[in-house]
């Protein structure tokens, strides 16, 4: 059983946590490897790493932003290792598990996003993920390398997939033509690419009609981003919540109107 859900590996330092990144995959069947600004790659050291999944790296996307390597996934969780200022829906493994799966289909892609070896993902990186998952390790020494914290999150993926498949009905018709074990189509969620188009546009309007102002701290924005990720948009709610911006855009009211 191929699992399709995309692991995106943000700035990482060490090649050879790559390709141990890439075995773990392949170990639990998953092929989608993102690769956001790494610091050396390719690399013999991956490939040494990876011990049979060269294929993987070979198939490896590159990626200078996040926001282009998550653009067609309407599921992305970051993982995170510690609290952060603004709070965020934060889930275990397990879990995580679950509900990746119940959001991918036919329709929808599903990433799971890893950040860099020693400082983990940003704030703004971790803003554009609906959810967030830790890893509960022992509080006195919680380090985890790249590769394992890849090959748990991965494990846990295959868990689910195989018990879904165990309890999932025989396919017939329509149903025959998805993955056995995974959610039935539903209205495609908005994807990354579409709800950050979304909230540039929310952010050009609100800071036109001076509710938004340069001096405001950036925890604001990631709060708002925050509503619109718990709301778990389809791509019909952007293009209504989009139309609803157009009517409210000061610069569509003109000089007399804008000033009223």
């Not at 859900?5 to 700035?11: G, Q």
Request: overall charge negative.
């Amino acid at each position: 059983m191929q699992i399709p859900v995309r692991i995106v590996l943000v700035e990482t330092s060490h090649p050879g946590n790559i390709g141990a990144a890439a075995r773990a995959m392949k170990t639990m069947g998953l092929s989608d490897l993102a690769l956001v600004r790494p610091q050396a790659f390719p690399s013999e050291e991956a490939t040494a790493r990876a011990s049979g999944a060269a294929d993987l790296l070979e198939r490896a996307s590159v990626h200078e932003t996040l926001t282009d390597a998550i653009a067609d996934c309407g599921f992305v969780v970051g993982t995170s290792a510690r609290a952060r200022a603004v709070e965020w829906p934060t889930v275990e493994p397990r879990e995580c598990a679950a509900r990746v799966l119940d959001a991918i289909d036919a329709e929808n892609r599903a990433a799971i996003v890893f950040g860099p070896e020693h400082s983990g993902l940003t704030n703004e990186a971790l803003a554009r993920c609906a959810v967030h998952v830790q890893i509960p390790t022992h509080p006195e020494f919680s380090s985890l390398n790249l590769g394992m914290a890849v090959q748990v999150l991965c494990y846990e993926l295959r868990l689910a997939a195989l018990e879904r498949g165990r309890r999932a009905p025989e396919p017939d018709g329509e149903s025959a033509r998805a993955a056995p074990g995974f959610a039935h189509a539903r209205p495609r969620l908005a994807t990354a690419a579409e709800l950050e188009s979304f909230h540039d546009h929310l952010e050009r309007v609100l800071v036109e009609s001076g509710f938004l102002r340069e001096d405001h701290p950036r925890q604001l924005k990631l709060k708002l981003r925050r509503i619109f990720q718990r709301a778990a948009l389809d791509r019909n709610e952007v293009d209504i919540l989009r139309g609803v911006l157009t009517s409210l855009d000061p610069s569509r009211l003109g000089p007399e109107r804008s000033r009223s």
